[in-house]
């Protein structure tokens, strides 16, 4: 049934959901995060957005050639050394979703 | 505080969850839903994915001029009348998330 199409990459959303007290001390990890990550050779698309709501809650919208890419990334220095620093803040688990298909017209 | 952007448009993650059994219903209604939203003319971006984990999770990853453009979408004769027809088939509400601002480098 081809009702919906394997998309050429992988697209990932990635949610945190940081205390309000700590957004101030997480800005510059975020940044440092973003610009490295973009730097990566993988990297297709790395965006973070911030939830119009909820001032603590950030989202990644992501996208990788496959899987692989995105283990990459997860073993780099920067994302190893960034992203426990940001967790220190949660107040919540992170959300991840990840998509391979898409619908689309017929 | 110039900690993040504001972004030159109005980005939506727009979550449905479908029953599993009514996924083959809703998929020609999602296509249609999508065919003619990317035809209205304010729309930047309008793409459905499907989560990895879970076929009854959609996901619209949508980008707007603002939210008056959202509106006008909402009030499309497509939008009042697929819309209804899928969300028969929720096994739970849909999330929606608006996003105006991002986390950029320095």
Request: hydrophobic share 50%; net charge negative.
């Amino acid at each position: 049934m081809a009702s919906f199409r394997k998309v050429a990459m992988l697209k990932v959303i990635a949610e945190d959901f940081i205390h309000p007290e700590a957004v101030a001390l997480v800005l510059p990890l975020y940044r440092e995060l973003v610009a490295l990550t973009r730097a990566e050779p993988l990297c297709i698309a790395y965006d973070l957005l911030i939830d119009d709501r909820d001032p603590g809650h950030f989202i990644f919208l992501e996208e990788w050639p496959d899987r692989a890419a995105l283990d990459v990334h997860c073993a780099t220095e920067h994302f190893r050394r960034l992203v426990p620093l940001i967790d220190a803040h949660q107040r919540a688990p992170g959300r991840f979703t990840f998509m391979s298909n898409s619908v689309d017209p017929a």
